[in-house]
């Protein structure tokens, strides 16, 4: 069954740098998503994009995010400027119609 | 506004009892409704949608649009049950899906 890839599994970085997280959504799949997940808390929307463009996205998403399909197979997240508060597991779903896909996610610690 | 609430956010049951996990929506559309679950350390993945009409697991889920409830019921609950489960609506317009708060399941031996 095909599944949705994330990479890196587990990301650290230093506060104020810039983070790329990557995802591979399943091939035949329109819609994107990312979600947060802070540890011990529930699951977070982010943002949505479909046909090369946001769709939607939630107040989480502010300017420090972005997100880019910059090829046919890759969907990633961007964030430009880590804070203590950004760690967290980052999930990347797809979806053809319904329903959604998740990656195993990518655990980002900020320190 | 869509939201999903799941008034639990921990549920704890003896290993052979019943379960049931609540979830109620409010939606001005036709949602579609889903139960994911994730257990430790592992992505959240699809348990059921309320158009299959099917069990896993063990586990069903009723679509009630006079209540607009969607709760996850398990008859006999088993210990590799004890996870996070999340109830989550997707609406027509933009594959949206919104995710509720979780309930963490516990199953007692």
């Known amino acids: 069954e095909p599944e949705v890839t994330q990479t890196p599994s587990h990301q650290v970085t230093q506060m104020g740098q810039e983070v790329i997280l990557r995802c591979v959504p399943i091939s035949n799949h329109l819609y994107f998503y990312w979600y947060r997940q802070i540890l011990g808390q529930k699951v977070e929307f982010l943002v949505s994009?479909?046909?090369?463009?946001?769709?939607?996205k939630s107040e989480i998403f502010d300017d420090q995010f972005s997100v880019e399909r910059p090829d046919g197979s890759n969907f990633t997240l961007k964030i430009r400027s880590t804070k203590l508060e950004d760690s967290a597991m980052y999930f990347c779903a797809s979806s053809g119609r319904s329903p959604l896909h998740f990656g195993n996610g990518t655990r980002l610690t900020v320190t | 506004a869509q939201r999903v609430t799941q008034p639990e956010k921990l549920l704890s049951v003896f290993k052979g009892a019943p379960v049931e996990l609540k979830c109620n929506y409010s939606y001005s559309g036709s949602p579609e409704l889903f139960w994911y679950v994730q257990y430790s350390r592992q992505r959240l993945q699809l348990l059921l949608r309320h158009i299959s009409r099917e069990s896993i697991k063990g586990f069903t889920a009723d679509l009630n649009k006079g209540e607009t409830s969607f709760h996850l019921k398990k008859p006999f609950a088993q210990e590799e049950d004890s996870a996070m489960y999340y109830c989550a609506l997707s609406t027509g317009t933009g594959n949206q899906f919104y995710f509720g708060t979780g309930t963490s399941l516990t199953v007692i031996p």
């Open positions: 994009f479909y046909n090369n463009e946001i769709s939607e």
